[in-house]
């Protein structure tokens, strides 16, 4: 009887280690790119998704579709008031719609979540009647006093992340927002959500607040949602680096939004900047969510933007950088991939070196020092393609350009004007023969312009 006992447990050892192993195999894929659908209507959405694959899009993110604070600003959908119900930007219907329109033409989708907090209905800032919400029970909220049934800001100023002190954002009111204790009726309520957003087909999610939330809260529910997609969900969080709290602190849980990188891309790209000071300095995490601008960091749309450029066509040309970048998920704000005529295009490079390393060859990004020039940016992708950006407002024009010590060397095609540059050797050298036309050779780029390029047969170039 006992060496039964034996065998069976050993066999029940084998069997979870190949669920386990199971769930690994199939984790979700790291997204190509992310268009952040800011602030759109979901069935408006829909209408375009399709084109968004055409661009290479692998997913398109949503704001938080919960039932919020009434209003049409955007931070209104940041403010929950009931988790059970879909409203604002589209019912239930609608996202079932959209998802079901993206994932036929290869798109998966991600949703925004909120559950570090609820409204603040009044605009008030230091009281709330939590009787409006879903979610009515004193003992769910953070509250100075245990007895008081007024939930007021701390007394010590919540805002101030300079002090070392982390326990002001986690114990302490988000501006006039209704703080959220995890208890068990709070974590029952937002898993009920993440299932349903599941079951409406949404392929991943980001959490937002997410440095406000004790890391083993943001956990469970990373594990939650990996249990009931099958390891199937690709997910985020929102965790805006500070003195007191580091990307580290969350990295371990999932990906993160890179702000180190943001923030050195900004020096180098803003007026006055030098793009020799490239490659920015970034999280050491291939796996980071990389922007050249989000809706965190636009002064247009908030007040309190972080470190916003003062030129909104400089963060252009940094998420063209981010695009040609071989590490990072490039999350694309919506207007930008509108009002910028290189930075779709930059979209679908990404996805052609992906494509390319999964065949076996090689991508690999190397920043080229071959033109000495603060405002002239030249990566290779191996030997599969190349990026070129002009930062400053004047012509460059060079008539030679010596690549012998690159990985380039055959036919590119750019993307976007569809023109064909040649590298060949020359004695023994490399260099650039050809550059749109035969009878020209170097390289010329327009001020303000970035240029992807992207390896084909040689005949292309004859």
Not at 251 to 278: H, P, T
Not at 371 to 397: A, H, Q, S
Request: charged share 25%; hydrophobic share 35%.
């Amino acid at each position: 009887m006992k060496t039964f006992y034996k065998k069976s447990a050993f066999l029940f050892l084998i069997i979870l280690s190949a669920l386990n192993f199971t769930a690994k195999a199939i984790a979700a894929k790291q997204p190509v790119a992310i268009f952040h659908a800011f602030n759109q209507k979901f069935s408006d959405v829909e209408n375009f998704v399709c084109k968004l694959g055409e661009q290479g899009y692998s997913h398109v993110q949503i704001s938080p579709a919960q039932k919020s604070n009434p209003g049409s600003k955007w931070w209104n959908r940041y403010q929950p008031v009931d988790y059970g119900v879909i409203e604002g930007l589209g019912s239930e219907t609608d996202l079932k719609k959209l998802a079901d329109k993206a994932h036929g033409c290869g798109v998966k989708v991600i949703a925004d979540v909120v559950f570090n907090h609820m409204a603040d209905l009044y605009g008030k800032g230091d009281v709330e009647d939590v009787s409006k919400f879903q979610i009515k029970a004193p003992s769910d909220y953070k509250t100075p006093s245990t007895t008081s049934p007024i939930y007021r800001l701390c007394e010590i100023q919540a805002q101030d992340y300079s002090d070392g002190n982390r326990d002001k954002e986690l114990g302490c009111w988000l501006g006039g927002l209704a703080d959220l204790n995890f208890t068990d009726n709070v974590k029952t309520a937002q898993k009920a959500h993440l299932k349903k957003l599941l079951d409406l087909g949404m392929d991943g999610f980001r959490f937002d607040a997410a440095k406000h939330m004790p890391g083993e809260a943001v956990k469970e529910y990373i594990d939650y949602v990996n249990q009931e997609s099958q390891g199937k969900a690709w997910n985020y969080l929102e965790v805006i680096e500070d003195h007191d709290t580091k990307a580290e602190d969350y990295s371990w849980i999932a990906a993160v939004e890179d702000f180190v990188l943001y923030n050195s891309m900004k020096s180098a790209f803003s007026f006055g900047g030098d793009l020799r000071s490239l490659p920015a300095a970034s999280l050491n995490d291939n796996r980071s969510v990389t922007f050249g601008r989000n809706h965190d960091t636009i002064l247009e749309l908030n007040q309190f933007a972080i470190n916003p450029y003062n030129d909104a066509t400089d963060s252009y040309l940094a998420t063209a950088y981010v695009l040609a970048r071989m590490d990072g998920t490039p999350l694309i704000f919506n207007d930008d991939n509108l009002k910028s005529p290189f930075i779709n295009y930059g979209v679908k490079f990404r996805k052609t070196m992906i494509d390319r390393e999964k065949e076996g060859k090689n991508t690999r990004e190397f920043i080229l020092r071959v033109i000495d020039n603060p405002t002239i940016l030249l990566i290779e992708r191996g030997g599969e393609g190349f990026f070129v950006e002009n930062k400053g407002t004047d012509k460059f024009d060079t008539p030679t350009l010596d690549l012998t010590l690159t990985n380039l060397e055959g036919c590119y095609r750019e993307l976007r004007n569809n023109f064909t540059v040649a590298i060949e050797r020359r004695d023994a050298k490399k260099y650039v023969t050809r550059w749109a036309t035969p009878s020209r050779g170097g390289l010329e780029i327009y001020g303000r312009d970035a240029l992807y390029f992207v390896r084909e047969p040689f005949s292309q170039c004859s």
